[in-house]
Nanobody, 121 residues
Framework: QVQLVESGGGLVQAGGSLRLSCAAS????????MGWYRQAPGKERELVAS???????TYVDSVKGRFTISRDNAKNTVYLQMNSLKAEDTAVYYC???????????????WGQGTQVTVSS
């Protein structure tokens, strides 16, 4: 069984910073891309940032220059450093990992439980 456990959310003032972490554990053979999504009230879930196993990163335009995604492959962990936070960054942030549980089995996405980020203006 695979688990993705997020941490690091909370309440911060506009202009502040937070760092999210997500650790994958359990039966894991390999992890392909990892990413962070967010969902604000009344809005669809959107991809915030992703990182491949080789370290190639992508970002949604609204966070470019403010957020940085990174990963530690030895720890099966992905991070999201969020700087210069704005009220519109307020959302539940979800970790996602496309991983293989055993050789010969196709990869599939797994999700964390979500962590709340609230930015006060």
């Amino acid at each position: 069984q695979v688990q993705l456990v997020e941490s690091g959310g909370g309440l911060v003032q506009a202009g502040g910073s937070l760092r999210l972490s997500c650790a994958a554990s359990g039966r894991i053979f390999s992890i392909n891309a990892m990413g962070w999504y967010r969902q604000a009230p009344g809005k669809e879930r959107e991809l915030v940032a992703s990182i491949t196993s080789r370290g190639t990163t992508t970002y949604v335009d609204s966070v470019k220059g403010r957020f940085t995604i990174s990963r530690d492959n030895a720890k099966n962990t992905v991070y999201l450093q969020m700087n210069s936070l704005k009220a519109e960054d307020t959302a539940v942030y979800y970790c996602n990992a496309d991983l293989v549980v055993t050789i010969g089995i196709r990869s599939r996405p797994y999700w964390g439980q979500g962590t709340q980020v609230t930015v006060s203006s």
